[in-house]
């Protein structure tokens, strides 16, 4: 059985960084493409950052560019989101994703979703 299990959300204030964490199964971390979505209340679903099975290609969204990393630890089969110099309007429930496709996951129809984890950033 897949599993995605996030960690790592909460409360802060503009500026500061806060380090999601993704842990997944040894095969779907090592097989699947995986990325981080988030959702804010009354928002869409919205993709922040892809990357390809292995980690070898990652593609992020505008907003985050420079602010947002992906990283991998294969020891541990995680994946991690650092987030630095949030704002308000990073504001959401954030979700893990993995699927055997790379598109699919881009286009937020991914296979396998964590819970989510909620991180709010206040002015």
């Known amino acids: 059985q897949v599993q995605l299990v996030e960690s790592g959300g909460g409360s802060v204030q503009a500026g500061g960084s806060l380090r999601l964490s993704c842990a997944a199964s040894e095969y779907t971390y090592s097989n699947s493409a995986m990325g981080w979505f988030r959702q804010a209340p009354g928002k869409g679903r919205e993709r922040v950052v892809s990357a390809t099975a292995g980690g070898s290609n990652t593609y992020y969204t505008d907003s985050v560019k420079g602010r947002f990393t992906i990283s991998r630890d294969n020891a541990k089969n995680t994946l991690y989101l650092q987030m630095n110099s949030l704002k308000p309007e990073d504001t959401a429930t954030y979700f893990c994703?993995?699927?055997?496709?790379?598109?699919?996951?881009?286009?937020?129809?991914?296979?396998?979703w964590g819970q989510g984890t909620q991180v709010t950033v206040s002015s």
């Open positions: 994703a993995a699927d055997p496709s790379y598109w699919t996951l881009y286009r937020g129809q991914a296979s396998y």
